[in-house]
């Protein structure tokens, strides 16, 4: 379904891809089966795999979102670029702080200094 | 997107009338505020990834605190507040087509759908923050967990006022509007106050799903399903050693253990606090789009705007699609 052009128009929009309806409800349909597979998975325990199964999941999940719903596929590549470059600055952000953080907890103090003996239990306070 | 007349060529809603004037051409003005928008949800990446960045240390360096806090949080509301953003992802997405496509009547439900869905992921959220407030579950320096809740369904009631009130104005604006014959103001204003009745919808699945959940599962799956009377007192602390003068107790004593979950609550309301924030951010614009669809502003030749507010409700999304599995599926 065309508008009529204007004579001042110089480009068309031919290049501007609509996404097909099935296309939508295929990646909706995606989405919906790996977050039951994500819910699933949480339920049992993968042990030092938790971490990695679950964020490779969300990944696949947000890479869908990105490619399809916000049409990163069907766009130039430059708007993609952008985006990548974000991430690699969040992977740098926290792949950085955690080399710190391992590096100096033996010095962090805890929040806490306690006695040797067994705690006492805490006067159950209402919250402050 | 800016609306400025330039010496317009045409009276209809196409692209001359919103061709801004520093623009060579649509085309460049529609490449320019996409490209605008996704530096826009670059920044956004990074505002959400500090808080990414504490949860990533915190949880490194205190694995069972985390997985302790896991109690307090329902997996079914996460689940079904995460369905519902996926849908409403699906309803933008669609919309943004049928902005391209010209099919204004089908663009003005989508983005009323969409709206409702935000109403209603908000209203599952106003759920379990007012179930946590009840039982102290709070941020750090506040976390105080009891037993049971004394005050059955108050904090409820008074996480409902933001949303009563919003039905109330938007009632009072529908009358305004209606009475001096404003028709499209009118119909914007019911549609909006439709979308936002979503809120008690979501209300009531937030409050339904752990009951139907607890009556299926019983007394089987209640060491799974979340139970709000089943709380843990601290066991007595290990030993402790000496460091530096001071007396440092053994990783994950219970009462460290209990400040640490009291870290991931910090963590848990920032988050999706900061995300509820987005959430209503993003509500308001759609709500604008949507007046604009129905002063039929949208068209083949201009749909940029929605297509940016497309963008931004997707990062919404991705941003929950990522806080769901860290915040609700640990441990």
């Known amino acids: 379904m065309t508008a009529s052009h204007s004579p001042a128009?110089?480009?068309?929009?031919?290049?501007?891809?609509?996404?097909?309806v099935r296309q939508l409800l295929a990646v909706f349909g995606a989405l919906v089966g790996l977050t039951i597979l994500t819910v699933i998975l949480g339920q049992l325990n993968l042990g030092s795999w938790e971490i990695a199964v679950t964020m490779t999941i969300a990944t696949i999940k947000a890479a869908l979102v990105a490619l399809f719903f916000m049409h990163l596929r069907y766009d130039s590549g430059f708007n993609a670029m952008v985006f990548g470059f974000s991430l690699l600055f969040v992977a740098l952000f926290i792949g950085l702080t955690m080399i710190d953080a391992e590096q100096y907890q033996p010095d962090v103090v805890p929040p806490k200094p306690m006695n040797e003996a067994a705690v006492e239990p805490k006067e159950r306070a209402s919250p402050e | 997107m800016s609306e400025s007349a330039t010496v317009s060529h045409s009276s209809e809603g196409g692209e001359d009338r919103f061709l801004a004037h520093h623009f060579g051409?649509?085309?460049?003005?529609?490449?320019?505020?996409?490209?605008?928008?996704?530096?826009?949800?670059?920044?956004?990446?990074?505002?959400?990834?500090?808080?990414?960045?504490?949860?990533?240390?915190?949880?490194?360096?205190?694995?069972?605190?985390?997985?302790?806090?896991?109690?307090?949080?329902?997996?079914?509301?996460?689940?079904?507040?995460?369905?519902?953003?996926?849908?409403?992802?699906?309803?933008?997405a669609w919309a943004v087509r049928a902005a391209q496509l010209g099919q204004n009547e089908l663009l003005k439900w989508l983005l009323t759908i969409t709206l409702a869905c935000a109403s209603l992921f908000l209203g599952v959220k106003a759920v379990e923050y007012a179930h946590k407030w009840e039982i102290g579950v709070l941020w750090a320096g506040s976390f105080q967990p009891l037993e049971h809740s004394d005050q059955h369904g108050v904090a409820l009631l008074w996480f409902c006022v933001p949303a009563v009130v919003t039905l109330f104005g938007l009632g009072i604006a529908w009358t305004v509007a209606?009475?001096?014959?404003?028709?499209?103001?009118?119909?914007?204003?019911?549609?909006l106050l439709a979308s936002n009745a979503?809120?008690?919808?979501?209300?009531?699945?937030?409050?339904?799903?752990?009951?139907?959940?607890?009556?299926?599962?019983?007394?089987?799956g209640q060491?799974?399903?979340?139970?709000?009377?089943?709380?843990?007192?601290?066991?007595p602390v290990a030993a402790a050693y000496e460091f530096e003068g001071m007396i440092v107790p053994?990783?994950?004593s219970a009462e460290t253990k209990q400040v640490y979950t009291g870290v991931f609550f910090s963590i848990y309301y920032v988050m999706t606090g900061l995300h509820a924030v987005h959430i209503l951010a993003g509500m308001g614009v759609?709500?604008?789009?949507?007046?604009?669809?129905?002063?039929?502003?949208?068209?083949?030749?201009?749909?940029?705007?929605?297509?940016?507010v497309g963008l931004y409700w997707h990062l919404v999304d991705l941003v929950w699609i990522f806080l769901f599995p860290l915040l609700y599926l640990i441990g």
């Open chain 2, 198 to 220: 979503a809120f008690f919808i979501g209300v009531g699945a937030g409050k339904a799903i752990p009951a139907v959940e607890h009556a299926i599962l019983g007394s089987i």
């Open chain 2, 286 to 308: 759609i709500a604008w789009i949507l007046w604009r669809t129905l002063k039929h502003h949208f068209g083949p030749n201009y749909y940029g705007p929605v297509d940016y």
């Open chain 2, 25 to 92: 051409s649509a085309q460049q003005q529609f490449d320019a505020g996409k490209l605008g928008m996704w530096l826009f949800l670059v920044t956004e990446v990074l505002f959400f990834s500090g808080l990414f960045c504490a949860y990533a240390v915190y949880r490194s360096l205190h694995p069972e605190a985390f997985a302790d806090a896991d109690r307090f949080l329902d997996v079914s509301l996460g689940a079904a507040n995460t369905i519902v953003l996926l849908f409403s992802s699906l309803t933008m």
């Open chain 2, 250 to 252: 053994t990783t994950d």
């Open chain 1, 9 to 20: 128009q110089s480009h068309s929009h031919a290049s501007h891809h609509v996404t097909p």
């Open chain 2, 178 to 191: 209606w009475t001096i014959k404003a028709r499209i103001l009118a119909y914007w204003i019911l549609l």
């Open chain 2, 223 to 235: 060491e799974q399903s979340h139970d709000e009377h089943h709380g843990e007192t601290p066991a």
